[in-house]
């Protein structure tokens, strides 16, 4: 009998589920991503058991982030929850590139973005910086995102940066020329492995594009830089061995990722638009000096068009979630719009889908609040067994179509079938243990997905957190000492205050039933 067939015959079905089949995906890589490395759907291997560490390329702070790059981070987001729903331990970093020059053009004519915006707005560069961080940080929290383990700033990063560049010419992949450094593709035979855009295609459009003179200190027009020399008047500038200048934006990328992830990670995250040059250039860079690779997956997420065109923020025509809440449409609302467009698609926001994508998230919220409140008003009863059958099934396709490349246009697809099949069960007179169940396998798709508004809910008040900890730690010591009948007992004074754990590889799960409370208390305050 196979695994699945067991599981589903024994009706033990639970979040342990998923964590078995992470245990499976070491032999048979159940889950699998689109890489734009391999260009193909890859089977996950991570470098260390149970554990993921991911880069993803964050915001330049010079404006507001618009919805598009909002869609961007909804992908990281479910990423982050998926992985930790299968037992992953996650480690992440998000770079925020508060000295901003973007492209290559944008280096040529000394132009920099945050450069830019100071000017507009009369204000510092570090003023400029700080306004817009938090402007993403707190977007990011009325989208419900997992915070990062660190936000790293490019500009905390110059000294990293500078020995990098001392490597490169060190190896010989890079060389000064008046007072700037340039980074020497050709001594690079792996370029263009990411993007397609090998030298020889390079060499012919970079000629086609670029003005003759932008390209004289070069030794070949498609070398680029990594250091810049300041003319005096520039605002943001720090000294270097090769004089006074500012950092190239992808060598801000490879060094935050070597000093806080390591030589190579598992998993960057970025956007389309950052494929070339940036991120192949962060390859190139990196993997000049480690010699090892710098990413084993690359997911990038399309860009959301509005009304079939492209949104930009030099355009300044952009939609932002302040734009949305004019025409009361929920934050959250936008993340259930954004989840029903895989991330590897393009995805077309049009007003009328997004009234309807809000219509679809608030039938979530209606039969979730709907679930609790029959919970609070029934009396006790024995569980619909063939209810408990379908839930089971439900949750195994669930977890299968996130596993296949985060398919969350099929996800979302058997959310709602659970909200009609809610809806049905509680107007049908249920029982308690048949709504408990329903709400369990609800909230067990929300922990990936994240569109139930629970930010003020999940966590527990410090009071009470506090006491569960000690609870916990009790029972991590008891366990230690192979008491297990006493820990046992700790585990159902706890359940007697309505709480319910599981032992995951990061720490304990705990779930308060009643509330819909839930979280994971990690390993480490247990010790
Ligand atoms: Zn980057």
Not at 79 to 102: A, E, S, Y
Not at 168 to 178: M, R, T
Not at 363 to 373: D, F, K, P, S
Not at 408 to 434: F, H, Q, Y
Request: charged share 25%; net charge neutral.
């Amino acid at each position: 009998m196979s695994e699945i067939a067991h599981e589903r015959q024994s009706g033990f079905f639970t979040v342990w589920t998923a964590i078995n089949k992470t245990n499976r995906c070491y032999s048979t890589c159940v889950l699998r991503f689109y890489n734009t490395l391999t260009k193909k759907v890859d089977g996950f291997k991570p470098l260390r058991p149970r554990e993921v560490t991911i880069y993803s390329c964050g915001p330049t702070v010079y404006n507001y982030p618009h919805i598009g790059n909002l869609r961007r981070y909804i992908s990281d987001d479910i990423l982050v929850r998926f992985l930790k729903l299968q037992g992953f331990r996650v480690k992440r970093v998000v770079n925020i590139t508060d000295v901003g020059h973007l492209t290559q053009d944008d280096i040529e004519r000394g132009e920099d973005k945050m450069l830019v915006a100071a000017r507009r707005e009369g204000k510092s560069p570090l003023a400029i910086a700080e306004h817009y961080t938090k402007a993403f940080i707190e977007d990011g929290q009325q989208l419900q995102f997992v915070e990062p383990d660190r936000y790293a700033k490019a500009t905390d990063h110059i000294k990293e940066m500078l020995d990098l560049i001392q490597k490169l010419i060190e190896k010989g992949h890079a060389y000064e020329k008046n007072g700037s450094v340039y980074f020497d593709v050709g001594s690079f035979p792996a370029y263009g492995a990411l993007s397609g855009n090998t030298l020889e295609h390079l060499r012919e459009q970079v000629r086609a594009d670029l003005k003759a003179e932008a390209f004289e200190e070069k030794k070949a027009p498609e070398d680029f830089a990594l250091w810049k020399k300041a003319e005096p008047e520039h605002l943001l500038q720090w000294p270097s061995p090769w004089g006074q200048g500012y950092p190239g934006w992808h060598i801000e990328c490879a060094a935050m990722i070597i000093k806080h992830l390591g030589s190579t990670i598992d998993i960057h995250t970025a956007g389309e638009d950052n494929i070339f040059p940036h991120n192949e250039d962060e390859i190139a860079e990196a993997s000049s000096i480690t010699g090892k690779r710098l990413a084993n997956y690359w997911l990038h997420t399309r860009h959301l068009f509005v009304d079939g065109e492209k949104m930009a923020k030099s355009k300044g025509s952009f939609l932002r979630l302040t734009d949305l809440a004019k025409k009361n449409i929920h934050p959250m609302a936008f993340r259930y719009l954004v989840l029903g467009a895989h991330f590897s698609a393009h995805l077309n926001f049009t007003w009328p889908a997004m009234q309807a994508a809000q219509e679809g998230w608030q039938r979530i919220q209606e039969v979730a609040q709907l679930l609790r409140e029959t919970q609070n008003n029934s009396s006790a009863d024995k569980a619909n067994t063939a209810l408990t059958g379908t839930l089971q099934e439900m949750r195994l396709r669930f977890t299968e179509a996130l596993e296949d490349n985060l398919n969350t246009p099929k996800a979302l697809a058997i959310v709602s079938e659970l909200v009609t099949l809610a809806n049905t069960t509680i107007r049908g007179k249920a029982a308690l243990a048949d709504s408990a169940a329903l709400l369990e396998t609800l909230l067990f798709f929300d922990e990936a997905l994240g569109l139930l508004p629970v930010a003020t809910e999940t966590e527990l008040d410090a009071k009470k957190k506090t006491a569960l900890i000690q609870q916990l730690k009790k029972r991590a010591a008891l366990r230690a000492e192979k008491k297990f009948s006493e820990s046992d007992a700790v585990r159902e004074e706890l359940l007697a205050e309505g709480f319910e754990i599981q032992d995951v590889p990061q720490g304990v799960r705990w779930a308060k039933k009643t509330s819909g409370q839930r979280g994971v208390i990690d390993a480490n305050e247990l010790k």
